[in-house]
Structure formats: structure tokens, C-alpha cells
């Protein structure tokens, strides 16, 4: 059945950080609208999917949530490669994680795919009193890296949503349809089923 | 025993978003343009229960069916073996030269007699150890008893004691995630639950400052608390598992271990499923990414408890190629349905049902048994041989492999 207008896209979506930045959480929070204070540690990695609408188009990402200890640093490139767009995420409470987190922006850089939409998300804004990292730090260092920045919060919802919107919106601009990781079809090849997001955690 | 929920679960609204596309408002759109006229099938109604070890769950009517029918097959399993008790003698399954992992080894050497008890152990367990008999016949079959009387009697106690308010990146870690391991299980969850969690894992990191922790070992090692109810017990068993029952290096530095079993078990299912093999390759589905998680966790956080504890009896008395051969399985029973799929997500969704609705131990065990067949583990070990200098060269391209890390002489 022919639509008018509408396109929609599917967009691999890669989240990377240090164990207990809150990967899982904001993922569960975008997909799911939910958060738990013990959120299961992940191993190998969880997948979710989430639909989101920006303007004429509708992007469903396909989201690779990894698992954050450091001796799954091996298994990483499995889950990036061909990813339209990465969440490097920290804990604003711990600079370790900050550390960690450039480590990611690094790796990703080396692999050079400069369509890659890159974000820095700054998690557990809400616990400003253990604050570690200033959102200035955060904010300078994703702008000399080129990638966007927000300090979000899985816990309160803060910037959550924006964080995934934010993506979906540079997504087009940075990507041509034909690019890996993401793909374009027109609504009567989508096989977009009944349930609009899951959750294989 | 289990009540029907009247309510449904709480829907969260909607976030209001800036631009403008409520979550409901797109779902609206999707089945209008799929032309989805009739209303929407109502969500079936959902059972609360407990399974065997107390996970708390929320089941389809069928799904709880399953698991009463499987409660009841557990019982009659128990009578089972408490008659071949009757018949062979209390704790007949204890003498050594009769576990299946002396097969193949001493076969020459076995009497008939003995030889006869070996495999109708080897049936019986394949059929599934009765919950309480499990802590007995795990410590002997595993070799947990064997390794145990090696050391000196007080060996966990002192070692408790020699790690008492020490601190290191693995108990560091180990705190991090005692909240986050089956936190919705009662006993897990509670404070002796956590704190005994936290013991057996801290010890373990202590004995082996090699491996110290990985994450996957939480929830190994609840699990194996709630079967051993000793914390000594566990302790022992995870020992055993780690340094005998799997291969080595699976939670080792960089992982090692797993990579080179990940590939094994690409080789497996080119041979055992080649069709379905080619097609998952064509949609650039690497089947890593779902069978990563299998082989960390033993299945812990993918499969119903009965049922992985069920592949648990097996790998303690046959060894590490039940992993291999459940694993396959699980492909094997979907093989048709993740033919037809056409992208990645299909195929993790397909899994995911797969996994965690495999409430019938017996319909999985049937398949892996029956139709993927059996594979000793002596050609497990040969092919991880054959593919561990990839496994190296690709680590070292990647700059992650530690010079010190004696990957080579691994044996197994």
C-alpha cells in the first residue's frame, strides 16, 4: 500500500560507557519510559528498538546497549560496526567514567566512519551534590571532538528523550541514504510490526 | 498457588515531547498504514507465580500450565531416583569411577557393572536431578568434592578471613553489581542474599587473581547459591566450573576464552544448520550478539530456572559441549521462523521469545539431544585449538591482547 510522504528509516544506535554510567537506564528510559534504582548488569549487550518521528520521517533505532566492564572492551566493535550513531556515556559523579569515556571517543574516532553521529551524554545529573566533572568540562571536551553533549538523567527523564531526538535530527544530514548501519525504505516495504519498541534485555 | 492479575500493569503516559508525536500517536499511524481496520487484539491475560527457585514471574495461562506440568514432572523425576536409591544403594552416584566424564578416558579399564551405572547415571541426569538431590550430585559429578578434599578443611573460612575489608578493582566491581544480579529475586535480593552473593565472589577474585571478576559471574554464582543453599557449597562449585568444567579463559582478561568459543560455535552451526547459517550471514546477523550472553551466563539470564538448571546437570556431569549443543538447539527448534526473518531485530526478537519462554526443559533437551546431536568434548577442545591463533592475531591487531597473558598455554 502506497503512502504519501512519510519515509522511514532504521538506524543502528550504538550506547558505550563505563560500568554503572547508566547505559542501561537510559536506554530503558527512552525505550520502555521506565527506571529502576537496581537495573540487571547487562552481559554482551541488550538490544532495544524505539521509533521516533522528526518532521517528514520516522527513525526506528535499533539500540546495541553493551555491557561496561572493561574486559568487554573485545567485544565492542561487534556491536558498533555499521552503527549510525553512538551514546558515550558517563557518570557525572565519577571521573573514572569521564576518563573512560574519552577512551570510547577515541576508539570510535580511529575507526573512522565520519558519518557517525557521536553524543557525550553527562548521566546522574540529578545527583549534582556528588558532582565530579563540571558540565563545562563535559560541554568543551565533546566540542573539540566534534560530537554533541548533554547532561541527562535516566533517574528524572531529564534530556533523555532530547538526547535520542537530538540524534534522529542530525541523522539525514550526516548519513546518506545508502550508508551502513541505516537504511531507508518507504512504508509499504517497512516491516514495522504491531509493537512499537521492545525490549531483549 | 498463583493468581490471576485483575489489573493490568501500569501504562506510563506518553512523554510529551517537543516534537510534537506522542509514542501512541505514531503506533496509530503504523497500523493505519498497514491498514489495520479491526481493534486492536486485547493483550491476553497475565499469571503471577514462582517457579521452582522462586523467581518471581508474569506468564501467559499456557506458559503457567507449562511450568505447573514441569513442577510435576520434577516430583516424579524425584521418585525416580529415590528407587534407583532403593535399588543401587544410598548414594550410588557418588563413587567417582562413575561419572560420564570418566567415560571415554578409562573405558577399557571400567567393569560392566560400573560401566552399567555410568550410563544409567549419565540417563537419569540427562532427565534432571531433583532439585533437592542437586547440591549432592553436582559436588560429586563436577569434582567439586574431589577439588575440596585437596584443601585444608578450614579453606574458605580463612580465605574469608585473609580478604576481610580488602579492597581492589574486582570487589569495587563486585559491589557495584550485587544490587544489579536478579534484583528482583526474594532472596537474591535480600540482605543475606547479597551479602553471601558478595562473599563467594570476593573469595573466588582472591583465589583467582587472574580471572578475579567478570560480569556474568553474579549471576552464575546466584544461581548457584540457590541450588547449593550452602554458601561453602557455592563457593566450591563455582571454583570447579571455572578452573575445570569450562574451557579455560572464558572470563578472563579481554575474554579470551569466550571469543575463541564464539567462533567454535560459528564453525558448529555452518555444519549443523548450514542453510540457516548462510541466510543469518546474508542479513549480516552475526550470531555473536545474541550467544555472547549464552556462554557468559551459562544461560542464567536468558533461560526459565528449571530449565537452566537442567543444562546445569548436564554440563557438570558431560562438560562444557552442552553449551555448545543447547545453544544450537535453540536455533534448531526457530529454524524455520528465523529463515523468513528479514533483519537483525526480527532475529533478536525471535531469540528472545525463544529463550525466555523456554519453560518445558524437556522440549529443549529433546531437541539437543535428539536433534542436533551429540558432540564429545574432545572435538570441542580440538576445534578451539584450530581457531585460537585468530582469535590472538585479531586481539592483537586490536592492541588488546596482554603480552602477559599465557593465552597459548591454554589446554582446553
Known amino acids: 500500500m502506497a503512502t504519501t510522504g512519510a519515509n522511514h528509516m532504521q538506524a543502528k544506535l550504538v550506547l558505550l560507557g563505563d560500568m554503572g554510567a547508566g547505559k542501561s537506564s537510559l536506554a530503558l528510559r527512552f525505550v520502555k519510559g521506565q527506571f529502576f534504582d537496581y537495573q540487571e ?22 539500540i546495541w546497549d553493551t555491557a561496561g566492564q572493561e574486559r568487554y572492551h573485545s567485544l565492542a566493535p561487534m556491536y558498533y560496526r555499521g552503527a549510525a550513531a553512538a551514546i ?29 553521529v557521536m553524543a557525550l551524554a553527562g548521566n546522574k545529573a540529578d545527583l549534582s551534590s556528588k558532582r565530579k566533572i563540571e558540565a563545562e568540562e563535559g560541554q568543551s571536551y565533546a566540542e573539540e571532538n566534534g560530537l554533541f553533549f548533554m547532561e541527562t538523567s535516566a533517574k528524572t527523564s531529564q534530556n533523555v528523550n532530547e538526547l535520542f531526538y537530538e540524534i534522529a535530527r542530525k541523522l539525514p544530514k550526516a548519513q546518506p541514504a545508502q550508508a551502513s548501519g541505516m537504511s531507508l525504505t518507504d512504508g509499504s516495504t517497512s516491516r514495522l510490526g504491531p509493537a512499537k519498541s521492545t525490549c531483549c534485555a | 498457588m498463583y493468581s490471576a492479575l485483575n489489573t493490568e500493569p501500569p501504562v506510563e503516559p ?68 529415590w528407587a534407583m536409591e532403593a535399588k543401587n544403594g544410598a548414594g550410588w552416584y557418588l563413587q567417582p569411577e562413575i561419572f560420564a566424564q570418566a567415560e571415554g578416558y578409562f573405558v577399557s579399564s571400567l567393569s560392566l ?59 569495587r566491581q563486585i559491589d557495584h553489581d550485587l544490587g544489579r544480579t536478579f534484583p528482583t529475586h526474594p532472596w537474591i535480593d535480600s540482605a543475606d542474599g547479597r551479602a553471601a552473593l558478595r562473599r563467594i565472589l570476593v573469595a573466588y577474585s582472591f583465589r583467582d587473581s587472574r580471572v578475579g571478576y567478570c560480569q556474568g559471574m553474579n549471576f552464575v554464582a546466584a544461581m548457584l547459591l540457590l541450588v547449593m543453599k550452602k ?85 557438570f556431569n558431560e562438560g562444557a559441549s552442552i553449551l555448545f549443543i543447547v545453544a544450537l538447539a535453540i536455533f534448531k527448534m526457530r ?7 528479514k533483519h537483525v531485530g526480527e532475529v533478536m526478537k525471535i531469540l528472545h521469545d525463544a529463550t525466555h519462554g523456554a519453560y518445558d526443559p524437556d522440549e529443549l533437551l529433546k531437541v539437543a539431544f535428539e536433534k542436533v546431536g551429540v558432540m564429545s568434548l574432545q572435538s570441542i577442545v580440538k576445534q578451539r585449538k584450530k581457531e585460537q591463533p585468530a582469535v590472538i592475531a585479531e586481539l592483537e591487531r586490536r592492541g588488546q591482547l596482554n603480552p602477559s597473558d599465557s593465552v597459548q598455554s591454554s589446554s582446553r
Open chain 1, 88 to 116: 558515550i556515556v558517563y557518570d557525572i559523579t565519577n571521573s573514572d567514567s569521564f576518563g573512560r569515556a574519552k577512551k570510547w571517543v577515541q576508539e570510535l574516532q580511529r575507526q573512522g566512519n565520519p558519518n557517525l
Open chain 2, 231 to 315: 554458601e561453602e557449597d557455592a563457593f566450591w562449585m563455582l571454583a570447579v566450573l571455572v578452573e575445570n568444567v569450562l574451557f579455560d579463559d572464558c572470563y578472563s582478561e579481554n575474554l579470551y576464552g569466550c571469543h575463541v568459543e564464539q567462533r567454535v560455535f560459528k564453525d558448529l552451526l555452518r555444519k549443523k544448520l548450514p542453510r540457516l547459517a548462510v541466510r543469518l550471514e546474508e542479513i549480516e546477523f552475526d550470531v555473536s550478539l545474541v550467544t555472547t550472553e549464552w556462554f557468559l551466563c551459562l544461560f542464567a539470564k536468558s533461560l526459565p530456572s528449571e530449565t537452566t538448571m537442567r543444562v546445569w546437570d548436564v554440563l
Open chain 2, 14 to 81: 506518553p512523554p510529551t515531547t517537543a516534537w510534537g508525536v506522542e509514542r501512541g500517536e505514531m503506533q496509530d499511524r503504523i497500523d493505519t498504514k498497514r491498514n489495520v481496520r479491526s481493534s486492536r487484539p486485547r493483550k491476553p491475560t497475565k499469571v503471577k507465580m514462582q517457579d521452582v527457585y522462586s523467581f518471581n514471574l508474569e506468564v501467559s495461562r499456557e506458559e503457567a500450565s507449562i511450568i505447573h506440568q514441569v513442577k510435576e514432572r520434577v516430583k516424579e523425576q524425584g521418585r525416580v531416583w
Open chain 2, 335 to 341: 529454524e524455520e521462523e528465523l529463515f523468513a526473518a
Open chain 2, 113 to 171: 557393572v560400573t560401566m552399567t551405572s555410568t550410563l544409567q547415571l549419565k540417563k537419569l541426569i540427562r532427565s534432571g536431578i531433583p532439585p533437592l538431590l542437586r547440591p549432592r550430585v553436582w559436588s560429586a559429578v563436577s569434582g567439586a568434592n574431589k577439588r575440596r578434599s585437596s584443601a585444608p578443611e578450614s579453606y574458605y573460612s580463612d580465605l574469608l578471613a585473609a580478604v576481610e575489608g580488602r579492597e581492589t578493582p574486582a570487589t
Open chain 1, 41 to 62: 548488569s547487562t552481559i554482551g549487550a541488550a538490544f532495544l528498538t524505539q521509533t521516533l518521528a522528526v518532521n517528514e520521517t520516522t527513525v526506528k533505532f535499533e
